[in-house]
């Protein structure tokens, strides 16, 4: 079944253009790999309604969300960094996800602690931001991220600030949850190798433009376009 | 009641409504250009902001009264309390705004996603990570208005509204009484003092580890657009008022001989004080020390009329100095809380962040000013520049003590109009002074070309 | 570095004039303004008649400030004379001799358009419902004046008769130019001014619409002086100047330019054909010597009077 279509998706900006239309299947998880440049942190950002398009259309299960704004539409997307707000503790944080109001009911303190356990953050409940690590930092903006129950998952280089060590963690921490919660994932990363395991489909995005898709795996050992060939080094 | 302590009563009831009123609208404004910073009327809105602050206090109440008048009473507690609005609360904006920077653009994307209200983005987001410098900008509007001095007489209407500053004034200048005017001055540093100690105690939030370069972020609000009409229509009504009072004699201003020699000797003034002042400011932010913290903040705590009499007694016992030594030091303490606020802060994110960076590339001192700290410090240089010069031009009180040259400034030359009651022609010198100081605000932002974006 | 800044502030301060001697006078700052003031022309008419003295005008922000300055100065100071004394601020201590060379009187200044029947006494005015400017007390030397006016005007009941004036004073402004822009913009029809307003709204506009009030029972007056420091060393100097003031060149130079009445001398033809010329009032009489001696417990009076 469809999940996210992007059709004729166009967007301009000076000294840069994007264009493309791609097609994302429902449960399916998405590597979208290119040069920091490329323009992934814009597609995430016009995907997810903090930028729009000029032209073309997002779909969502054949519905048009082209023009909804960031809050009515069924995704979240995290962000490098500064997805925490500093002034509040890291349960307060998650709690967001739930109710902008901070005012929990019973069955709802349940449910936080449940997630707060399931991504292995519960015992950090009163730390502020700045007392804990990237790595932590990236968990408790995806549970609550997860809170929000949207079917829809956008990480932009959720990687990128973590150890080699944490790295693994975190792919399996991610790729646990997209199970548990039936997500459809889009991932932007610049080292597609380390995502290998969590992927199943893969975009290789390059001046706005997706230049060559497929399975990963097939487009890592044997990338066919000499644009992909030179980004790996091969 | 003594007649000090129903003074020091008066002085901090007005000082209290007036940031209790001030402060609240300043940040409103400050919101709505953020929120809206892509539109038009709001650039232009950024760019008037340091108007109320530069222009002569007696030509922004004169607008006031001819506009204010129309609707109320001006001369009681309620018009001292609206001029004070006006006049100050667009300087509440600029200092937000500047703060606001420092808020990352997720948070507002995150907001979104989080299906936050307009008000709770207020709430949960930005009013927490803004405390610090909103406690700091109501303590130094505070300051300012217990320092309150032409407004107050102007509007006050006799002793019942009288002010410390009025009061430290009489007994400074007029009934020479140094004991009364200590005792004053006491209870004023007392009333200053005491919010400076909440302000201190008040600690900001550690910022997050990468310090982001100042940027407002990309929003847009409809709601929100009103109130950069009002802050515009706050600015410039006054400023209106006056230029359409010299509107028909602004031909006769402006062949007045008196009118050239008075700018071209204001021109002077401003042109040696202005940027020696800044130099100043740069060595004490570089240097930064409790000594030099303290004489920023030193025009903030005294009253002006304690400061400029400590000056010009000074003056007198050390009369090898020329006079515009002291006049040059006063100006000084007039621009430092400002120019050093200014500058103090990028020249703080710019050690944390390149320091090390250049230490490790073995650049010298000059290299590293020219390469890295210049380029950066540019814009709020500029800005802090600009402030410097315009506020060298129209300060008349300090002036008054120490020199009255027989070429006038163009501010003592609106005074001698005045009084001699050549109303439009006072008006009309009164709008070139306006306008020159908008023209010395803006000059150091268009010769160092930081409005182009980078 | 503190070496180099010194050498410099020398060089600014040696300026002055070599082979003349040099006459220091004291004054405040309307005396000297080129817009109005005798002070510019009194010092060229005196140099072209002295070829060997040269005249340096020292302009102190207002007359208190002066005073202040003198007495903290000692006998470091480098005035020899001063001019624009008043008997509202005197201070006999400082000086050898004081020689009025004009004199000068408070009087409310109304708008004739607004008010065609003028109160007539000070007490009509305080009964009048007419909005006023005054200058405050504690700033002005004007709202002084007149503080002292009312304390002798009414003694024991001066409290009492601010009350009720103060109902109707629009404000009490810090100095004299304030009052005047506020005046000119009609925020109020009546202003605390001198007899002599009216007269020159006639003759610099063309237009006698501002008037001055003139109070049977009189007015406050002050003489002018030219005042010679005791601790002066160019004693023959400042004398010379002050017979010079009273030469009828410089009289004339002190109405014309000045705007007060001559201590001896003509007034000149343009203002006796004018409509608002006044000839000097009656007098209300007063002393240097109570002013000195009480004023302080006026101006607390006035105040106590007020904030009640």
């Known amino acids: 079944m469809s999940g996210l279509e992007l059709n004729n998706l166009n967007f301009l900006r000076e000294g840069f253009s994007l264009n493309l239309s791609a097609v994302l299947p429902q449960g399916s998880k998405t590597l979208l790999v290119g040069a920091s440049g490329a323009g992934k942190s814009t597609l995430l950002s016009l995907i997810a309604g903090f930028l729009y398009p000029k032209a073309g259309k997002i779909m969502w299960r054949g519905e048009d969300i082209t023009s909804l704004p960031p809050q009515g539409r069924p995704l979240t997307l995290l962000f490098q960094e500064h997805n925490l707000f500093p002034h509040l503790t890291l349960e307060k944080n998650v709690t967001l996800g739930l109710q902008p109001s901070l005012k929990l009911k019973g069955e709802e303190k349940e449910k936080l602690q449940e997630m707060l356990k399931k991504v292995g953050i519960s015992h950090l409940q009163t730390k502020y931001p700045f007392e804990l690590s990237g790595g932590e930092r990236q968990r408790a903006a995806l549970a609550r991220s997860l809170l929000c129950q949207k079917p829809l998952l956008l990480l932009d280089e959720p990687l990128g600030p973590l150890g080699p060590g944490l790295r693994k963690e975190m792919l399996e921490l991610l790729n646990f949850v997209a199970d548990e919660f039936k997500l459809t994932l889009l991932i932007t990363t610049h080292q597609p190798e380390e995502a290998l395991s969590l992927a199943d489909h893969m975009l290789f995005f390059e001046e706005g433009r997706i230049i060559e898709s497929g399975p990963p795996k097939t487009l890592l050992s044997a990338p066919g376009c000499p644009e992909l060939r030179k980004y790996l080094g091969c | 009641m003594s007649y000090s302590l129903y003074v020091f009563l008066f002085t901090f009831k007005q000082a209290f409504f007036s940031v209790l009123l001030t402060v609240p609208l300043g940040i409103l404004m400050a919101r709505a250009l953020v929120w809206n910073q892509g539109w038009k009327p709001t650039r232009f809105c950024l760019k008037l902001l340091g108007i109320p602050l530069i222009t002569p206090a007696l030509v922004g109440i004169l607008g006031f009264i001819t506009l204010a008048g129309y609707f109320f009473n001006v001369y009681s507690f309620a018009g001292i309390l609206l001029a004070h609005l006006v006049f100050y609360s667009p300087f509440v904006a600029l200092f937000m705004i500047n703060s606001w920077r420092f808020i990352p653009e997720e948070h507002y994307r995150l907001s979104a996603q989080l299906h936050f209200s307009p008000w709770q983005i207020f709430v949960r987001m930005e009013a927490p990570q803004l405390r610090k410098p909103m406690i700091e900008i109501a303590w130094i509007t505070f300051c300012l208005f217990l320092n309150s001095f032409t407004t107050i007489m102007v509007l006050g209407g006799g002793p019942h509204r009288t002010t410390l500053s009025v009061a430290l004034y009489q007994s400074l200048f007029f009934f020479y009484d140094p004991v009364q005017g200590l005792n004053f001055a006491g209870l004023q540093l007392f009333l200053s003092f005491s919010l400076a100690v909440g302000t201190i105690l008040f600690k900001s939030l550690p910022h997050g580890s990468s310090l982001k370069i100042p940027a407002l972020p990309s929003l847009k609000s409809n709601l929100q657009k009103p109130f950069v009409i009002f802050s515009l229509f706050l600015i410039l009504a006054p400023l209106m008022v006056v230029a359409s009072f010299s509107f028909f004699s602004l031909p006769k201003t402006l062949f007045n001989p008196m009118l050239w020699q008075a700018l071209s000797r204001s021109l002077l003034i401003s042109g040696s004080m202005g940027p020696l002042c800044l130099i100043l400011t740069l060595v004490l932010v570089k240097y930064e020390t409790l000594f030099s913290k303290s004489l920023a903040s030193l025009y903030l705590l005294l009253p002006p009329a304690l400061l400029g009499a400590f000056l010009f007694y000074i003056s007198l016992e050390w009369d090898f100095f020329p006079p515009e030594v002291f006049l040059f030091l006063m100006q000084l303490f007039i621009v430092l809380p400002f120019s050093f606020r200014l500058l103090k802060e990028p020249y703080q994110i710019l050690q944390v962040t390149y320091l090390p960076t250049s230490h490790s590339l073995g650049l010298s001192s000059l290299q590293r000013f020219f390469l890295i700290e210049w380029p950066l410090l540019k814009k709020p240089f500029a800005t802090a520049l600009g402030l410097s010069l315009a506020l060298s031009l129209g300060d008349f009180q300090s002036l008054a003590f120490f020199a009255a040259p027989d070429i006038p400034g163009l501010s003592s030359l609106l005074y001698m109009q005045m009084g001699k009651y050549n109303f439009e022609e006072s008006m009309g010198t009164a709008f070139i002074l306006l306008l020159l100081c908008y023209f010395l605000f803006q000059l150091p932002q268009w010769i160092l070309r930081t409005n182009v974006r980078t | ?308």
Request: hydrophobic share 40%; glycine share 6%; proline share 6%.
């Open chain 3, 1 to 308: 570095m503190k070496r180099y800044l010194i050498l410099l502030l020398l060089c600014c301060c040696v300026s002055s004039v070599y082979g003349k001697d040099l006459l220091t006078i004291h004054t405040y700052t309307s005396f000297v303004s080129p817009l109005y003031g005798p002070g510019t022309q009194l010092k060229e008419v005196f140099e072209k008649q002295n070829p060997d003295i040269e005249v340096k005008y020292v302009a102190n922000d207002t007359l208190p400030v002066l005073l202040n300055r003198l007495r903290l100065e000692g006998k470091r100071t480098k005035a020899d004379l001063v001019l624009g004394l008043e008997d509202l601020v005197m201070d006999p201590a400082l000086f050898e001799k004081t020689v009025p060379y004009a004199s000068c009187c408070l009087a409310f200044t109304y708008d004739s358009e607004k008010i065609p029947q003028p109160p007539r006494s000070l007490e009509e005015l305080i009964q009048s419902p007419h909005k006023i400017i005054l200058q405050d007390p504690r700033t002005s030397i004007t709202g002084f004046g007149f503080l002292v006016w009312m304390k002798k005007a009414y003694g024991e009941k001066t409290t009492e008769k601010w009350k009720t004036l103060a109902s109707h004073v629009l404000t009490f402004t810090k100095g004299w130019s304030d009052s005047a822009l506020l005046f000119k913009k009609g925020e109020a029809p009546i202003v605390l001014a001198y007899t002599i307003d009216g007269l020159y709204h006639e003759l610099t506009e063309g237009n006698p619409q501002f008037k001055a009030m003139i109070f049977s029972e009189g007015h406050l007056c002050s003489q002018i002086y030219a005042a010679k420091i005791k601790v002066t060393q160019n004693g023959a100097l400042a004398d010379k100047f002050i017979d010079f003031l009273l030469t009828p060149e410089a009289q004339n130079l002190i109405v014309v330019k000045g705007w007060g009445y001559p201590v001896s001398g003509e007034i000149p033809d343009s203002w006796l054909k004018a409509e608002n010329y006044l000839p000097p009032p009656a007098v209300i009489p007063f002393t240097s010597e109570e002013v000195s001696a009480s004023g302080k417990k006026w101006l607390q009076e006035w105040i106590d009077g007020l904030i009640q």
